[in-house]
């Protein structure tokens, strides 16, 4: 059991030398867990296992949710929702000091509602609204900074394919996780918003207002806006309702953005197949990591390191919320080195046996028994943690991905400063955090409210 063990830790070192000489994190996963699974039992069980191990990784129904989002997702930015969600948000809020920012901070909101990914939605609000931010003269980290920090609410609020992803890792209700999403996804909008008031008010030089268009510009941004709200609302709302399942659903939402692409005379045969083509290698890309993530799964459990390190934690004397505290802040840690979702499907096999270990001294109840919570709804509490501090790490120093972005597009902002404007977006995500794990009624309120 002890050369096993090794073994597995062995792998563990080889995997981060892969990742850190730049090899796809999908291929380091099967090279690791295929090689090692053959040492600890041999080739004959290797080869048994790849007969049936893509199978029945891909064969899973909730998987095809995650084709259908990434191509409402790509529909959406070739069907410019969001220079209408900017631009809406920007007649809303951009006479207010520091409201064209704001306008940002809704419209990634919104556009990461419909996107699910942030890098996405980081990209393309930066095209949209970086130059209104520029023609109104606002400072540069303050510009960059928003969008951003903005970028990552794509990753949360539904519908999220790294959020599809983990409920298929922890088995949890896609739809229960959708629910629990949606408040805290708020928390974070109304956050960021109260970010950048403060932030204005002491350098009001930061954040200029606005101009005021007219009536007619208001109400023609307004009207421009509300078919992208109904699709969210068919799309998420009829999953809430128990209409449909996420999958029906996605299939829903990609309609309906086509038919309005289409009605406004946006998308084209050329767009249709990018947006096809984009799917195809995103989802690709996503299943591929699958297959990695459960070969290396199989090798780890083989090896026995999540149980070693579920019963280290056990018996290390910290408390249960030490160790939380711990594991977000290896998840923050984590989040800048590799994007989200490869994070997700490497450390959560790792995570996830621990807690369910210390589950009982988290939260004492009442009759003292000593569990918080029960086993489900400690999945979807930690879910929801994990991918706000994934969400941290895409804006953490030194190599936060979604400054990179940002960066990219502003080639005039040196990044120093966008990562010193991502900073008071960095404390308002310490506070969320701090505030859901304190409190983790808000983030169970609506799943337990709606039956979830």
Sequence with gaps: ????????????????LLIAIRMPIAYAMILVGGVGVTLLNGSAIF?????????????????SVVPMFVFMGALATRAGLSQDMFRAANAWLGWLRGGTAMAAIAACAIFGAVCGSSLATASTMGKVALPELKRYNYQ????????????????????????????????ANIVTMFMAALIPGIIAVLLFLLT???????????????????????VAA?????????????????IYAGLYNPTPAAAIGVFLVWLYATVRGRLDLRGMKDAIFETAQ?????YLILLGAEMLKIFMSRAGVPQAAAEWMVNSGFSPMAVLIMLLLALIVLGCLMDSLSMILLVIPFFWPVLVELNGGLYQIADGAGFGMSTEELKVWFGILAL????????????????????ALAEDTPMSETFKGVMPFFVAEILRVAVLVAFPAITLWLPRLLGG
């Design 47 to 63: 080869m048994a296992q790849l007969k049936t191990l893509a199978y029945g990784q891909f064969s899973i129904f909730d998987l």
């Design 388 to 407: 706000i501090v994934v969400e941290l790490g895409l804006i953490t120093p030194p190599v936060g991905m979604n400054v990179f972005v940002i960066s």
């Design 282 to 286: 995103t989802a690709g890309m996503i």
């Design 1 to 16: 059991m002890a050369d096993a063990l090794l073994t597995g830790l062995a792998g563990l070192i080889v995997l981060v």
């Design 140 to 171: 540069g980290s303050l510009a960059t900074g928003t969008l951003a920090a903005g970028g990552v609410l794509g990753i949360l609020i539904p519908p999220s394919v790294v959020l599809i992803i983990y409920a298929i890792i922890v088995e």
């Design 222 to 238: 307004t009207i421009g806006v509300i078919p992208v709200l109904l699709i969210f609302l068919l799309v998420i709302g009829g």
């Design 196 to 218: 950048i008031a403060i932030y204005v008010l002491v350098w009001p030089e930061a954040g200029p207002r606005g101009g005021s268009g007219s009536r007619e510009e208001f």
